[in-house]
């Protein structure tokens, strides 16, 4: 599409409501001809423009790049803001991705509540996106690429130019006289866009002139079936989902098509705060967590999250630690005393019922964690139940029965974290009582 300020202009004319612009500026091509397009339009649209330029520092002429991108601004009466970032080299992941995190992250760190960072990615770069996700056997959500406007930080991200080819914009820039930096990292073919861009979409291009429009065009379909996908999704979500407890009903997946189960899983994991598992995974969690036997409590994990059943309902979590077998923690009953593996506080306080005090004051106070083989005397009664069938009663999945604190005294149990109280015999209202408080 030829690109014209009024083009432009109806965009942002269509943005939520917003006082402040942040433009990813580079120096490079496409954001001097944003820039320059957006800085013609702020007596228009009465926003406050700002030109925000990360040094990644991985280039020689880097520190050129800043110079010439400030002085850029300051012709044009723009405010500019450099970031100098540092990039710690992490095994396993590329350069480039390490790169654009750091750079997403810090143009995040500078937005307000409201700002709109606005990029200047074109058609070339969602025709270049598409392919390599489609390159990594992604979904519609991947091959959808990049929206033009998403939700981003405290505000959004906007990209205007993604129906514009690099070609119009090189135009632009010619016919305005504007003069842009060249990375020549981008000439590196090791990188896998560059690879695309240099060696692969020329050839596409010498078959079918309009590759890159196409492909931006397939992108748009499937971000529609993308957004129907994620209706139906919602749609199912809320029908298996207990939202008190985020947890998924097992009968209620089990009583869906595969790839309807699959899409609630994604958007549950995703919705959690998680990243969504590889195939296998999900595979696992479809197969044999799902279609489990109703006593068994399988576990599927992969980075920064599991997912675990008990009975009839799908848990989602961090991984779990554990305390270690045998762990005693002596206490005093005063203060807060720390617990291990994340697991909080504890504190006792005066109550009108709960550990008579008797049975605390001048005794040795531990803190454990087994609770396999204890017994527990119910309020009122004078015979003992086992622990764990109070714990199958109450539906505590085994996971979190051996994370629970017990306090002992001298050997006695006497409270199992915030859920019950050992009483062996009757305690009278009246009585000076202690509770154990568990702070998680």
Known sequence: MPLSPEILSERIAGLPDSKRLLLGFSGGLDSQVLLHLLAGLKGEHSFELIAI??????????????????????????????????????KGQSLEAQARNARYHAFQQEMQEGDVLVTAHHQDDQAETMMLQLLRGS???????????????????????????????????NTQGLRWVEDASNLDTDFDRNYLRHNIFPLLKQRWPGVGRTLSRSAGYCAEARDLLEVLAEQDLAAVINRAENTLSVPGLAGLSDARARSVLR??????????????????????????????????????????????????????QFPSEGLVMAWNGEGMLELPCGLGRVTLSDSANGIPRERIVRRRLTIAFDSSGL???????????????YFQEQGVPPWQRGRIPLLFAEGELLAVGDLLVNAPVDTLPDQNCARLNWLK
């Open 53 to 90: 330029h990360v040094n990644h520092g991985l280039q020689e002429a880097s520190a050129d790049w800043g110079r010439d991108s400030d002085a850029v601004c300051k012709a044009l009466k723009i405010p500019y803001k450099q970031i100098d970032l540092k990039i710690e080299r992490v």
């Open 139 to 173: 979904g519609v959500s991947g091959l959808a690429a990049m929206p033009e406007l998403a939700a981003f930080g405290p505000g959004h991200l906007f990209r205007p130019l993604l129906d514009v080819s690099r070609s119009d914009l090189e135009s632009y820039a």
């Open 267 to 320: 958007h549950w994991i995703q919705q959690s705060g998680f990243s969504y598992p590889n195939s296998k995974r999900v595979h696992e969690i479809t197969t044999g967590v799902i279609h489990a036997q109703i006593d068994r409590t399988p576990v599927v994990q992969w980075q920064g999250c599991e997912v675990r059943r008990y009975r009839d309902r799908l848990f989602i979590m961090p991984p779990l």
């Open 375 to 389: 017994r527990y005397y119910p309020a009122g009664q004078h015979s003992s139940r086992s622990l764990k069938n």
